[in-house]
């Protein structure tokens, strides 16, 4: 049985950086279960989704963000929605889409809500023939304002985000630390060993990075919660058909609606509709 995954975070105070570390074999296992693309495509669903989840860690108690790509060339639609507790629900439209682009045309929207606020933050990137990998980081630098990058892991479920925090003295004019790409060519032996290793054991993980110097700074659960219910699927479908409850029935009694981000049916009553 695979452990739930995790994200941890852990900090080289001596060059300025934080590494960040998906587990997230659990998650992807869940994800083929859950939804029933194959092949490039759900290639492509995996490398996006364990490049983008990372993010949670600039998420503060409290908030949520949501991560919509909006691909016209190739034409699909993915949504990615977590929150700071780590749960998280994702859709990849249509569901026959069995391409890995390499390059995508289209629009990210990024959406941070926060706690006891109903004004939500939101940034949108155009993308123009942007590579697929370049999307992530562009989210991280353009969206988030960070100086940081992803890796995803080729043999395992797993993936690395490095960031270079801010210096020390902000009035200094030459940044002398090592830049992000130096520390990743640095470190390029270690995340690949930390890939092939495949852990899902937090005292093995942790251990992993420690013995290479740097610090444990804490980790969270990541998992797959999905809060639709039944009484907001009658909610939104009284919303969609109010005018035209046939188009939906077609001489029927009772629907079967299915959630297209956990997949779970519910037997709506044509009645419940039209009860108020």
Do not use: W
Not at 171 to 188: A, C, G, L, M, Y
Not at 204 to 232: A, L, W
Not at 253 to 267: T, W
């Amino acid at each position: 049985m695979l452990a739930v995954s995790r994200l941890y975070s852990f900090l080289d105070h001596k060059n300025g950086f934080n590494i960040h570390f998906l587990e997230g074999q659990k998650l992807i296992h869940d994800l083929v279960l859950m939804h029933p693309m194959q092949g490039s495509g759900f290639a492509y669903f995996r490398d996006t989704f364990l490049g983008l989840l990372p993010i949670v860690f600039f998420l503060k108690p409290g908030e949520s963000l949501g991560l919509y790509i909006d691909s016209e060339d190739p034409y699909f639609r993915l949504k990615i929605e977590t929150n700071s507790a780590g749960h998280t629900r994702t859709l990849l439209l249509p569901e026959e889409f069995n391409f890995f682009p390499m390059k995508i045309s289209g629009q990210v929207r990024v959406t941070k809500m926060f706690h006891g606020s109903k004004a939500p933050y939101t940034s949108v990137l155009e993308l123009k023939d942007t590579e697929t990998k370049e999307v992530m980081n562009r989210i991280l630098s353009e969206s988030y304002q960070t100086n940081s990058e992803v890796i995803v892991g080729e043999m395992s479920d797993q993936s690395i985000m490095v960031t270079k925090l801010p210096p020390l003295n902000v009035n200094s004019t030459i940044d002398e630390t090592v830049s992000r790409k130096e520390f990743i060519k640095k470190h390029k032996t270690f995340f690949h060993n930390v890939f092939e290793a495949a852990s899902n054991d937090i005292e093995n993980i942790v251990k992993m990075f420690e013995d290479h110097g740097f610090t444990y700074m804490g980790s969270r659960q990541i998992d797959f919660f999905c809060p639709c219910s039944k009484d907001r699927m009658i909610l939104n479908l009284r919303g969609l058909y109010a005018g035209d409850l046939d188009e939906l029935f077609q001489n029927d009694d009772s629907v079967e609606i299915k959630c297209d981000y956990c997949r779970k049916s519910y037997h709506i009553a044509k009645a419940e509709i039209q009860n108020n």
